[in-house]
């Protein structure tokens, strides 16, 4: 058990600095290498977990239930990412390609190191920092295509999640503080401690940081009002840094304020913490929906219905019905799936048309006939459709907003979850299914790259898998990680 989690901390670390120093074709290689192992190690830990409910080493790395639920689909998307970005990312010629290539394949892996990281350490403290290195390094790899584009958003995303993450910062202060009153100066920010003396902190203290949490790590998530960054820097990024971006990083985040609402429900009870997430669900589900209808561009898109799915979370955690937050878990998992499938389907149409304009593109599925249907499929996957994996999440979280007696909740969810509907794929599946008229820039039918098919084709399958019959060790750590969220 400590080799795994210290393989998984160290494996990415050591690939980055492999893919800076050696060829573009060893960085591609490494980098599709560490991911894959890091997504077995990952369900390694999921029988080790169940069994002893928690795997730690020392004060500094810890692995329980809620964490592992999040780590599963970042360690997937780390290497369904690596395995597309092999046939997407392009070596232009000379030897500024080829360092392009290097400190991108770097980039990405001391990202998902961080990410991986902020799901591994143990205390908010350590949270916090793991968090803020994701935001220095996702910055970087949004703005390394060098545009003036790309440059204002990943400066307008830095500014805006730096921001955010020091009012996470003083809402862990105030955490800090309230654990100090009842287990003393040298108490540490350690779940365990701070769980364990919860019940005892300064109530309006906990209330006062629980809705510092949400608005600051609110901002990396893309909770309204503070999302406005989101859709510039998942437009403007590299396909596979989009699809971490969505995937991974909203969810992490996502995960830190978890970690605050289980100490804030052990202190207050569940109405409060759940009462903020609700207003915080409602409004950030209702601008994505209203958005999603107007978009034209298909990674602006994408980014708006990833906020419209973290308003689905926020909401899911709202009800106090077991099922709901059952819902919620199984959400992370299937949205990651669903978005890098969107993603990396994305990026074949735009390596196709040369265009990111839903309007320029015609007869996607006549000319790629592997990532067209794909693509269309993983569209459905987002908008809830069955067999896949977020139409059960999404079944579950109404279910559970009704058994909760939430009646106008779970309406209201289930008309902007209609809305968004058509606006995700009004466009998206007009562009692909009409036929080709004149296709503007590539004629010739055939896929970009095999990876990018086999990319696309196993987030796929993992929706499928997880709507139709989830794994069995997979619904038990859901199981036991629900558990941990309903205490009361």
């Given at each position: 058990?400590?080799?795994?989690?210290?393989?998984?901390?160290?494996?990415?670390?050591?690939?980055?600095?492999?893919?800076?120093?050696?060829?573009?074709?060893?960085?591609?290689?490494?980098?599709?290498?560490?991911?894959?192992?890091?997504?077995?190690?990952?369900?390694?830990?999921?029988?080790?977990?169940?069994?002893?409910?928690?795997?730690?080493?020392?004060?500094?790395?810890?692995?329980?239930?809620?964490?592992?639920?999040?780590?599963?689909?970042?360690?997937?998307?780390?290497?369904?990412?690596?395995?597309?970005?092999?046939?997407?990312?392009?070596?232009?010629?000379?030897?500024?390609?080829?360092?392009?290539?290097?400190?991108?394949?770097?980039?990405?892996?001391?990202?998902?190191?961080?990410?991986?990281?902020?799901?591994?350490?143990?205390?908010?403290?350590?949270?916090?920092?793991?968090?803020?290195?994701?935001?220095?390094?996702?910055?970087?790899?949004?703005?390394?295509?060098?545009?003036?584009?790309?440059?204002?958003?990943?400066?307008?995303?830095?500014?805006?999640?730096?921001?955010?993450?020091?009012?996470?910062?003083?809402?862990?202060?105030?955490?800090?503080?309230?654990?100090?009153?009842?287990?003393?100066?040298?108490?540490?920010?350690?779940?365990?401690?701070?769980?364990?003396?919860?019940?005892?902190?300064?109530?309006?203290?906990?209330?006062?940081?629980?809705?510092?949490?949400?608005?600051?790590?609110?901002?990396?998530?893309?909770?309204?009002?503070?999302?406005?960054?989101?859709?510039?820097?998942?437009?403007?990024?590299?396909?596979?840094?989009?699809?971490?971006?969505?995937?991974?990083?909203?969810?992490?985040?996502?995960?830190?304020?978890?970690?605050?609402?289980?100490?804030?429900?052990?202190?207050?009870?569940?109405?409060?913490?759940?009462?903020?997430?609700?207003?915080?669900?409602?409004?950030?589900?209702?601008?994505?929906?209203?958005?999603?209808?107007?978009?034209?561009?298909?990674?602006?898109?994408?980014?708006?219905?990833?906020?419209?799915?973290?308003?689905?979370?926020?909401?899911?955690?709202?009800?106090?019905?077991?099922?709901?937050?059952?819902?919620?878990?199984?959400?992370?998992?299937?949205?990651?799936?669903?978005?890098?499938?969107?993603?990396?389907?994305?990026?074949?149409?735009?390596?196709?048309?040369?265009?990111?304009?839903?309007?320029?593109?015609?007869?996607?599925?006549?000319?790629?006939?592997?990532?067209?249907?794909?693509?269309?499929?993983?569209?459905?996957?987002?908008?809830?459709?069955?067999?896949?994996?977020?139409?059960?999440?999404?079944?579950?979280?109404v279910m559970g907003g009704l058994q909760s007696h939430n009646d106008v909740a779970a309406a209201t969810l289930v008309v902007l979850i209609t809305l968004a509907f058509f606006g995700l794929t009004?466009?998206?599946?007009?562009?692909?299914?009409?036929?080709?008229?004149?296709?503007?820039?590539?004629?010739?039918?055939?896929?970009?790259?095999?990876?990018?098919?086999?990319?696309?084709?196993?987030?796929?399958?993992?929706?499928?898998?997880?709507?139709?019959?989830?794994?069995?060790?997979?619904?038990?750590?859901?199981?036991?990680?629900?558990?941990?969220?309903?205490?009361?």
């Open positions: 058990m400590d080799k795994v989690m210290i393989a998984m901390a160290a494996l990415p670390l050591v690939a980055s600095l492999i893919s800076w120093f050696a060829s573009a074709r060893i960085a591609k290689t490494v980098s599709i290498g560490t991911g894959s192992i890091s997504f077995l190690l990952a369900i390694v830990l999921i029988p080790i977990v169940i069994k002893d409910g928690s795997a730690s080493i020392g004060s500094f790395f810890f692995v329980d239930p809620l964490s592992l639920v999040f780590l599963i689909p970042t360690a997937f998307l780390y290497s369904a990412t690596s395995i597309f970005s092999a046939g997407y990312i392009r070596v232009p010629t000379g030897s500024s390609g080829v360092r392009y290539i290097k400190h991108f394949q770097a980039g990405l892996n001391l990202f998902c190191w961080a990410m991986i990281m902020a799901l591994i350490v143990n205390g908010l403290a350590l949270l916090w920092v793991a968090i803020e290195i994701t935001t220095v390094i996702s910055a970087l790899l949004v703005a390394i295509d060098d545009t003036e584009r790309a440059t204002e958003a990943a400066w307008k995303y830095l500014l805006l999640a730096s921001l955010g993450l020091g009012i996470g910062l003083l809402a862990t202060i105030f955490i800090y503080y309230s654990a100090a009153t009842v287990l003393g100066q040298s108490h540490g920010l350690s779940f365990s401690n701070l769980l364990a003396g919860s019940s005892e902190f300064p109530h309006q203290v906990v209330r006062l940081a629980f809705v510092l949490a949400v608005v600051g790590y609110g901002t990396k998530v893309g909770f309204f009002p503070v999302h406005t960054w989101l859709p510039d820097a998942h437009s403007e990024a590299p396909t596979p840094v989009s699809a971490l971006l969505s995937g991974s990083l909203l969810s992490v985040s996502f995960y830190a304020i978890l970690r605050f609402f289980q100490i804030t429900e052990r202190s207050v009870g569940k109405a409060f913490p759940q009462n903020v997430l609700l207003i915080f669900g409602l409004a950030t589900l209702l601008i994505a929906a209203l958005y999603l209808i107007s978009q034209r561009d298909v990674k602006r898109l994408l980014a708006y219905s990833s906020i419209e799915h973290m308003g689905i979370l926020a909401i899911g955690m709202s009800f106090s019905a077991p099922i709901a937050v059952f819902g919620v878990l199984l959400h992370v998992i299937a949205h990651a799936f669903a978005k890098g499938g969107a993603f990396f389907g994305a990026g074949s149409l735009l390596r196709k048309f040369q265009t990111k304009d839903l309007a320029k593109i015609t007869g996607g599925i006549g000319l790629l006939p592997a990532t067209g249907p794909m693509f269309v499929l993983a569209i459905l996957a987002l908008s809830a459709m069955p067999p896949f994996g977020i139409f059960r999440s999404e079944f579950l979280i009004y466009y998206v599946t007009q562009t692909m299914l009409t036929p080709a008229a004149e296709p503007i820039h590539s004629p010739v039918v055939g896929e970009p790259s095999f990876y990018i098919v086999a990319a696309m084709g196993l987030c796929l399958v993992g929706l499928v898998i997880l709507g139709i019959h989830p794994p069995g060790q997979l619904v038990t750590l859901l199981n036991h990680a629900a558990n941990e969220l309903e205490v009361l």
